[in-house]
């Protein structure tokens, strides 16, 4: 593996440090990447909600993007939430120019609470613009019911049932998460450009879930960009199977922490403090 590599995340900003810019950062240094960051948003938010969003203009986005992309090689660039066609088109163009090696898309539209985030017309630029962008996409059971405009699934078959529908999409991995459905376990679902498996995982009984699908996207981002080039796809496998050993633990490890009265963060930190 690579002895230093570097990576981007595109996201929102989160004062709570749970979630977005602020826990992608950490998930990228506790993983050995050196991270950098562009703000597509900034957010008055807690452990409790949401109060106010404040989108940043797309040629700022555009102006971030480019000014770090002339200066430093990414090997990987994390996505995150994208409400709008002209973001979407910019980071395509700019990707597109300075292609890293690995584009992992969180596609998030969808709150806990199960609100929609995103418009009709972000919806649509995020599967038409960013999917076929991506190499992989993280989606949870709600935003691939969103991307597939059908409902969400209830079960394992009807989970796999969806995964041809998200690989037409254009992305060559896709890690569809079946944290939502109920059970002591929540596998997820692996295609990958020849087949398909199931990553099996049990459930932790916790509430500190705010950031949990950030910190997933972020690891396997991380965990990417170390892989050489040219890497198999046991060595890709592999490399998404850490990133969700590292997310365990880190759950597991979230009682050690008390940030806010709602929903806490996982702690990114684990394995040094």
Same mark, same amino acid.
């Given at each position: 593996?690579?002895?230093?590599?570097?990576?981007?995340?595109? *996201?929102?900003?989160?004062?709570?440090?749970?979630?977005?810019?602020?826990?992608?950062?950490?998930?990228?240094?506790?993983?050995? *990447?050196? &991270?950098?960051? #562009?703000?597509?948003?900034?957010?008055?938010?807690?452990?409790? &909600? #949401?109060?106010?969003?404040?989108?940043?203009?797309?040629?700022?986005?555009?102006?971030?993007?480019?000014?770090?992309?002339?200066?430093?090689?990414?090997?990987?660039?994390?996505?995150?939430?994208?409400?709008?066609?002209?973001?979407?088109? =910019?980071?395509? !163009? =700019?990707?597109?120019?300075?292609?890293?090696?690995?584009? =992992?898309?969180?596609? #998030?539209?969808?709150?806990?609470?199960?609100?929609?985030?995103?418009?009709?017309?972000?919806?649509?630029?995020?599967?038409?613009?960013?999917?076929?962008?991506?190499?992989?996409?993280?989606?949870?059971?709600? !935003?691939?019911?969103?991307?597939?405009?059908?409902?969400?699934?209830?079960?394992?078959?009807?989970?796999?049932?969806?995964?041809?529908?998200?690989?037409?999409?254009?992305?060559?991995?896709? #890690?569809?998460?079946?944290?939502?459905?109920?059970?002591?376990?929540?596998?997820?679902?692996?295609?990958?450009?020849?087949?398909?498996?199931?990553?099996?995982?049990?459930?932790?009984?916790?509430?500190?879930? $705010?950031?949990?699908?950030?910190?997933?996207?972020?690891?396997?981002?991380?965990?990417?960009?170390?892989?050489?080039?040219?890497?198999?796809? *046991? !060595?890709?496998?592999?490399?998404?199977?850490? *990133?969700?050993?590292?997310?365990?633990?880190?759950?597991?490890?979230?009682?050690?922490?008390?940030?806010?009265?709602?929903?806490?963060?996982?702690? $990114?930190?684990?394995?040094?403090?």
């Amino acid at each position: 593996m690579a002895s230093s590599v570097n990576v981007l995340t595109i *996201a929102g900003s989160d004062p709570s440090g749970g979630a977005g810019i602020q826990a992608d950062l950490k998930t990228f240094s506790a993983l050995g *990447a050196y &991270g950098t960051s #562009v703000i597509t948003a900034l957010t008055a938010q807690n452990t409790q &909600g #949401v109060r106010g969003v404040y989108p940043i203009p797309a040629d700022f986005i555009r102006a971030q993007l480019e000014t770090l992309m002339d200066d430093v090689e990414l090997d990987a660039v994390k996505i995150g939430m994208v409400a709008s066609r002209d973001v979407a088109e =910019v980071i395509k !163009e =700019v990707l597109e120019k300075h292609r890293p090696r690995w584009i =992992v898309l969180d596609p #998030v539209m969808v709150a806990k609470s199960g609100d929609i985030l995103v418009d009709d017309a972000g919806i649509r630029a995020v599967r038409d613009i960013l999917v076929p962008l991506a190499d992989m996409i993280t989606p949870n059971l709600p !935003e691939a019911a969103v991307l597939l405009d059908t409902g969400s699934p209830e079960s394992l078959d009807a989970m796999e049932a969806m995964l041809p529908g998200l690989t037409r999409l254009g992305a060559p991995y896709v #890690v569809l998460k079946g944290g939502h459905l109920r059970g002591e376990t929540c596998p997820d679902l692996l295609a990958t450009p020849d087949s398909h498996e199931w990553l099996p995982a049990s459930r932790i009984q916790t509430d500190n879930l $705010h950031g949990t699908g950030c910190a997933l996207s972020s690891a396997m981002t991380a965990c990417l960009a170390r892989l050489p080039v040219g890497a198999s796809g *046991a !060595e890709v496998v592999a490399a998404i199977t850490e *990133a969700k050993r590292w997310l365990h633990e880190a759950l597991e490890a979230s009682g050690r922490l008390s940030v806010g009265k709602g929903r806490g963060p996982v702690h $990114h930190f684990h394995a040094w403090w």
